[in-house]
């Protein structure tokens, strides 16, 4: 007997690792830059070179750039820049995982600090937590039916299930090109620069997953000249692209983009006339994409034919649903405060943050979130003998994603990203701080059924069904379904509710009713 078969796509993550990692290096300042007075601001980025599976492991190979900018020793208070890296290989321990396997890396910084040790020497001390991961794409073969529909009698049930359409890790690239304005002055060497990304969305097309946002590009810089004014330039260019996706939109489609790693450049070139005066970012975003469709699915939980022998082979098998797809926005509007031996804010420059989540937990009205906004400001100060400054500091937020439906065993993907950031001086000492917090949650569920894998099909033993009654009084012991009686008399369910006046396939507890023999021989 042949049986209908239909395949569902699923990925699991079968694997995964995280080790947290302290890098502690001590690093010497070139010949042709000043010396170190006070450190105003640092900054890191991860760049990873190699990340490959061994034998129960994952190797991790890698360096942290960092920036530091500060203030020198010269007597008119100018500030400088340093960029330096510092590599890292660690191993990851993963069960299951072999050579063969293809591993996911990813990591974030969790702390940076700088130190300076002496006028020509600084420490640079980093947190950073590692992560490895190695998904599988699995198929699960199920049966819907039988290819013979006549003389079977079919139990069938229907479910929700996901089927995976696309899964894939990519790169999202933009190369900007940024004219200076005519009213600054040409760029004698970028001393800080920022690159943020913000208000990104995404969305399906035909061709694709489009990715749209904005690009906030700053810049400190010295301008040309005998007096090297210090500069601040900033500007928006918008992110538009489009990453590819074998799967098209359509009726219940479900996607899902995770941002893993951004690395960021900018350089300064000249331009037409050769005055170094023209802005090159390039942006390398990497992207997780998963891609589902919702579907319908009959599956055959049980069979017989009157006429035959018919013993079916059970198999259970878990069927993934999606739960609650749900995203939420926090806004936030907090107060910053300078320390008491801060310089004075005659202009902000920049505002630069970072979300982290620290703790979740599910609690009656959904999914509950604690977590921390980092937020840090460059400022051009009063002071002519100190020209830049720098605030940081730590905002708590929490926030309740409502859940619908949510299983007690249900796997949970919270993502948090930063939306928007400005900040705005209310006086010289006192910064008003907006942001936006989006936070995206993905829930999803596993329902475990049982349904048939095989037929094995044999001869019915004729003598026995001879020696049946033609017709059987049957008193039901509990309240059911007609199926398992009809199944064990040789009959059909239709049969016996036609023969005994009924319009529902289901008895009562104590219900008589009558079964005649039907099958031929």
């Not at 009157?306 to 059970?314: E, N």
């Not at 400005?422 to 475990?448: C, P, R, W, Y």
Request: charged share 30%; net charge negative; proline share 3%.
């Amino acid at each position: 007997m042949q049986l209908k078969k239909m395949r569902i796509n699923s990925c699991e993550l079968y694997a995964k690792a995280e080790s947290q990692i302290t890098l502690d290096d001590d690093y010497n300042l070139p010949d042709y830059r000043p010396d170190i007075v006070k450190v105003l601001r640092e900054k890191g980025e991860l760049h990873f070179d190699e990340g490959k599976a061994a034998a129960g492991a994952a190797w991790i190979k890698g360096h942290l750039v960092f920036r530091i900018l500060y203030r020198s020793d010269q007597s008119d208070g100018k500030v400088s820049c340093l960029k330096g890296e510092i590599p890292f290989q660690e191993k990851l321990n993963m069960d299951g995982v072999s050579e063969y396997d293809t591993i996911q890396v990813s990591g974030e910084i969790e702390d940076l600090s700088a130190r300076v040790i002496h006028s020509r020497k600084i420490n640079i001390r980093a947190v950073i937590m590692l992560r490895a991961g190695e998904e599988r794409e699995t198929v699960k073969v199920v049966c819907t039916g039988t290819m013979e529909e006549e003389g079977i009698e079919q139990k069938c049930k229907k479910h929700r299930a996901l089927q995976l359409l696309c899964v894939k890790h990519d790169e999202y690239r933009q190369k900007s090109e940024l004219l200076l304005p005519q009213g600054k002055p040409n760029i004698r060497e970028i001393l800080w620069k920022s690159i943020e990304l913000r208000n990104v969305d995404t969305w399906m097309e035909r061709d694709g997953i489009r990715i749209k946002g904005e690009i906030e590009v700053s810049i400190l810089y010295q301008e040309e000249g005998e007096n090297s004014k210090l500069q601040w330039y900033e500007t928006t260019t918008p992110l538009d692209g489009t990453v590819e996706c074998k799967a098209a939109p359509g009726e219940n489609v479900i996607f899902c983009v995770r941002e893993q790693q951004v690395q960021k450049e900018l350089e300064v070139k000249p331009d037409a006339d050769g005055e170094e005066r023209m802005l090159v970012s390039e942006l390398t975003v990497g992207l997780s994409v998963r891609v589902w469709q919702e579907q319908e699915v009959e599956l055959l939980e049980d069979l017989y034919a009157p006429g035959k022998k018919l013993t079916p082979v059970f198999e259970n098998v878990r069927l993934e649903r999606l739960l609650v797809k749900n995203d939420s926005t926090l806004r936030m509007m907090e107060q910053m405060q300078l320390a008491k031996n801060s310089e004075q804010i005659l202009q902000i420059c920049s505002c630069e943050g970072s979300v982290h989540i620290e703790t979740t937990k599910m609690t009656e009205k959904g999914m509950f979130a604690e977590g921390i906004l980092q937020v840090e400001l460059l400022y051009i100060t009063a002071d002519d003998q100190m020209p830049v400054g720098s605030a940081k500091e730590i905002f708590p937020f929490e926030q309740t994603i409502e859940v619908p439906e949510m299983a007690e065993n249900s796997q949970n993907e919270l993502d948090c990203t930063l939306g928007k950031l400005s900040a705005v001086m209310t006086d010289q000492n006192h910064v008003e701080m907006k942001a936006e917090i989006k936070l995206a949650l993905l829930s999803f569920g596993e329902e475990e059924v049982q349904t048939v894998a095989e037929v094995q099909e044999e001869q019915l033993d004729l003598e026995e069904l001879r020696k049946r009654p033609g017709l059987i009084g049957y008193i039901a012991k509990e309240s059911g379904s007609l199926w398992e009686i009809a199944k064990e008399n040789h009959t059909t369910v239709r049969d016996i509710m036609e023969e005994n006046g009924k319009t529902v396939d289901t008895v009562q507890r104590g219900e008589r009713i009558l079964i005649i023999k039907k099958v031929e021989y």
